[in-house]
């Protein structure tokens, strides 16, 4: 069964630096979609970044890169200069290659960026 | 602007008051699902609809009914909530072109409904 596996209950990081969020996936599909969103503490879903499976390059999206290690079924999100902004959860996604157009999502990882 | 209008978005009842989360989109979009947020659980999906009058079962549907007459409009019906049902509901929609393209389900600003 298709699964998404976020191993980092909450993250630190200092304002300015970088941060990897890590996503683990599970799916015996070879077409998948990989997505990341973002839930501030006001609670709305925010779209930030997607990577296919058949894509050869990692997708970037200003200070956001997802890091997409397919062999690994890993898809890693990367935060650049970290701003207070960023402070929120995460949720890593991935919809299955059937037509359900289902998102199955992992259990999320807060993020604090301290001053 | 192109949203997914989700109401109410707070609200606290009592067990077995049938009550009904309505959702509606401007986008013209064919896909539309419900999802639950639960701590620890991240967003689990409760039903989906590909167009009119065509809707089916999520992963947790138990409880939980939906109707789709319109196109825009998706409302999430729950006939006797019980004190599990307590969460953060979604909406969200999507064109049914693009279920496997790169383009994101757009979500509403979700429903929090405490149920005592």
């Known amino acids: 069964a298709q699964k998404i596996t976020q191993t980092q209950p909450g993250m630190f990081v200092q304002e300015k630096e970088a941060v990897t969020l890590d996503c683990t996936y599970d799916t015996s599909d070879q077409s998948y979609g990989l997505f990341w969103y973002k839930q501030p503490s006001s609670g709305e879903m925010i779209f930030l970044i997607y990577?296919?499976?058949?894509?050869?390059q990692n997708a970037t999206e200003g200070r956001y890169s997802l890091n997409f290690q397919k062999a690994r079924k890993s898809a890693n999100l990367v935060i650049s200069a970290s701003q207070l902004g960023d402070s929120a959860m995460y949720f890593c996604?991935?919809?299955?290659?059937?037509?359900?157009?289902?998102?199955?999502f992992g259990q999320g990882t807060t993020l604090q960026v301290k001053p | 602007e192109a949203q997914v209008t989700q109401n109410p978005r707070y609200l606290i009842t009592v067990t077995g008051k049938k009550l009904t989360v309505t959702c509606s989109q401007n986008m013209n979009h064919e896909y539309m699902s419900w999802y639950r947020q639960d701590p620890g659980l991240g967003l689990r999906q409760i039903y989906y609809?590909?167009?009119?009058?065509?809707?089916d079962k999520g992963d947790v549907p138990e409880g939980y009914k939906v109707s789709r007459k319109e196109k825009r409009n998706f409302p999430l019906i729950l006939e006797s909530p019980s004190p599990n049902q307590t969460s953060l509901y979604f909406c969200?929609?999507?064109?049914?072109?693009?279920?496997?393209?790169?383009?994101?389900?757009?979500f509403g600003d979700g429903t929090r409904l405490s149920i005592l």
């Open positions: 990577q296919g499976s058949y894509d050869e």
């Open positions: 996604a991935m919809r299955e290659g059937s037509n359900t157009g289902k998102l199955i």
């Open positions: 609809s590909m167009n009119v009058e065509v809707t």
């Open positions: 969200a929609s999507s064109l049914l072109g693009t279920l496997r393209s790169n383009q994101p389900q757009h």
